[in-house]
């Protein structure tokens, strides 16, 4: 065990820890402060905290970089667990027309992991700037939701109405989101809520394997049993159908 972890591992057994997660479970608005933090300090408690009662933790910093900067301590503490950042959509602050692509996708994959992260839970870091823009409410993103798991089967022809009607593109290679192509039994499908594309292999109409590759190279990166695809969270709902954040 490395000394950072040893030194997590004192974090979790340490009283003023268990204090606080007591007060946290009690009282569902508690006040807790934690004095004499410093450093690196706040992102131990945190980090402690989520590996005594896993679940989904939200975290808000003060503004962005101190978000990111909480963000990056907490994903390194905990290598194999989920630590979400939550960014605005916009590329200044205040100018509301400018939309920032890549946060906006970021922004789809935390609320379609939260939608779906079931009681192991998971970390999200952001600020209130973040907060302050609607996300879409869960009724209406899993009513969008496309869910494809191995082993079920799977009629390509109805696959591709449901993806036009959900704003995606038909091309001959994805390689942004908003994309798929269908070559033979192979269905690549870059979903607007991940930063990575997936390969779906068919046999028949039985769905052989699904990974995830990487556009640039066409390398498998990683196996996996389920994919989510979600539709243009940004464009695709109206305001009726978006909710405050919590």
């Known amino acids: 065990m490395s000394n950072l972890h040893q030194l997590l591992d004192l974090f979790r057994k340490d009283r003023r820890n268990r204090g606080l997660l007591e007060a946290l479970q009690q009282h569902t608005q508690a006040r807790v402060l934690l ?27 003060s503004d962005k970089e101190q978000a990111a900067y909480l963000q990056n301590d907490l994903a390194g503490l905990l290598e194999q667990k989920p630590v979400l950042f939550f960014p605005d959509s916009f590329k200044r602050p205040a100018h509301f027309e400018e939309i920032n692509s890549t946060q906006t996708l970021e ?18 870091v952001t600020y209130p700037e973040a907060l302050l823009e ?8 899993d009513q969008s939701r496309i869910d494809i798991n191995k082993g079920e089967r799977l009629d390509v022809d109805t ?9 995606f ?12 192509s ?7 499908i870059f979903s607007f809520g991940n930063d990575q594309p997936y390969r779906i292999e068919l046999f028949d109409d039985e769905v052989e394997s699904i990974r995830t590759f990487n556009p640039l190279t066409q390398l498998s990166l990683q196996n996996i049993s389920r994919v989510s695809i979600v539709p243009n969270i940004h464009s695709r709902f109206s305001q009726s159908q978006k909710v405050p954040f919590f």
């Open 134 to 141: 609607r996300v879409v409410a869960p009724a209406a993103l």
């Open 35 to 61: 004095d004499g933090i410093t450093g690196a300090q706040l992102a131990m408690a945190a980090a402690a905290a989520f590996l005594e009662q896993p679940r989904t933790h939200v975290l808000i910093a």
């Open 169 to 180: 593109a038909r091309e001959d290679f994805v390689f942004e989101p908003g994309q798929f």
């Open 182 to 188: 269908i070559r033979g039994g192979i269905v690549d």
């Open 107 to 124: 922004r789809a994959d935390t609320v379609n992991r939260i939608a779906t992260a079931g009681k192991a839970g998971l970390i999200v």
């Open 159 to 167: 696959i591709i109405d449901v993806l036009v009607e959900h704003g």
